[in-house]
């Protein structure tokens, strides 16, 4: 099987939580020589160093400095946090048996999370002598399991049944005497009093390689964990550019962006003054030669329900990236970006598609639409097609997610320059 694709299903395996997702990119970056910063700190910049910094345990971003002057920011944006159910404070509802109490997370589909092993992610903080500190967490066996109610006391279950979120989806942790012990459990693992929390359930499922051709991948969080994985792979692998390359990954997508580490934050426009200033840039000439791609994964032509696309534009897996357009601007691609990425991908030699919502099915807005309310600069929506968006187990394209981190390389790797009637690309 290919490399690629054994790497990207050992990250989707560790990324139980937002948390973990970023852990993991942070020790990849470390292991490529990439130096953290702290944002209560001085940086000192120099050309050739690569950095990265972090904000809130689940947000995250990257960048190199060239060795020559920079002409401005090639930029990527992706999400690592998905749909789930996060544990309440106060978790435990006690009776006949011992329950979890829990709330959504995001729009997700309630159905797939049932009658399947479950288990909890997250961070916690823990007590210490100094003050506290931040532990992750991650119960890695089957822990609970969200119960149906059966057919013959719900006959109504295969008629389109509503989901109540106050009743239908509290997980089942053991008996009556089990209270105490999962807290106990999670205290164990964090090796000492737990003062806060922010835990997450996840399904217990690998992702995994299927079909007559192995030609599908499916897992817990490709939305948007592929486009992360495939963004920061080619911002890895990538040559040298006359630019500086800045890798984002932020968290709170699927809640509207809204938290301090989300793109509606000011994480990237700060980054991105502090970089100019340690490095004696002009800030706003920076911006002016600047891109983005804001990669989060696009609706595929259902196998079953091809009625849900526009005809014309209804990418399908396997046959490459996705251009997504809105002519109300929820994505911000226009003719401009969307002929950037196209010659990326010609360099590259990856297939693109294109994406319109069905003109009365309204879709979703994502990264991009929402960084340009702070660092307004040319961008383009990109995704890779899938299917069960927003389940608890989605699939993909194994070809379509290897097609990415390579043209994402040539992007990282290339120097964009601004001209009065479009752009250079080297």
Known sequence: MNSKINALRDFLDASHSV????????????????????????????????????????????????KTTPKGFLMSASHSDRPSFKVKENFELTGPYT????????GMIIAPWLDRPL???????????????????????????IPNVAIHMN????????????????????????????????????????????????????????GVDEEYISSAGLDDLECTWGCTQGFLNAEESGDIPVLCVFDSEEVGSCSGQGAGSMLLPDTLRRISQALGLDHSRMLAQSFMISADNAHALHPNHPEYADPANAPVMGEGIVLKYNANLKYCTDG????????ICGKAGVPVQ???????????????????????IPTVDIGLPQLAMHSCYETAAVADAVWLEEAMAVYFGSTLE???DGYILK
Do not use: C
């Open 19 to 66: 948390y973990h997702a970023q852990d993991y990119i942070a020790q990849q970056l470390q292991n490529r020589g990439y130096t953290r910063l702290l944002e209560h700190k001085d940086w000192n910049l120099v050309p050739g160093g690569k950095y990265y910094l972090g904000r809130g345990g689940a947000s995250l971003i990257a960048f190199r400095v060239p």
């Open 99 to 106: 329950r979890m109490a829990v709330e959504r997370y995001g």
């Open 119 to 145: 288990s909890i992610a997250g961070r916690v903080m823990v007590e210490t002598e100094d003050g506290v500190r931040t532990k992750l967490v991650d119960i890695d066996r089957d822990l609970l399991l």
């Open 155 to 210: 006959r109504q279950i295969n008629d389109g049944y509503k989901w109540n979120p106050a009743s239908d989806i509290m997980p089942l942790i053991g008996g009556k005497d089990t209270q105490g012990k999962l807290k106990a459990l999670l205290e164990k693992e964090a090796g000492g009093r737990i003062l806060g929390q922010d835990l997450y359930v996840y399904v217990r499922q690998k992702a995994t390689v299927w």
């Open 336 to 343: 401009a970006s969307a002929s950037v990425f196209r010659k």
């Open 354 to 376: 294109s994406y319109h919502n069905r003109a009365d099915i309204p879709g979703g807005y994502t990264l991009g639409r929402i960084s340009l309310g702070h660092v307004s």
């Open 418 to 420: 601004a001209t009065e």
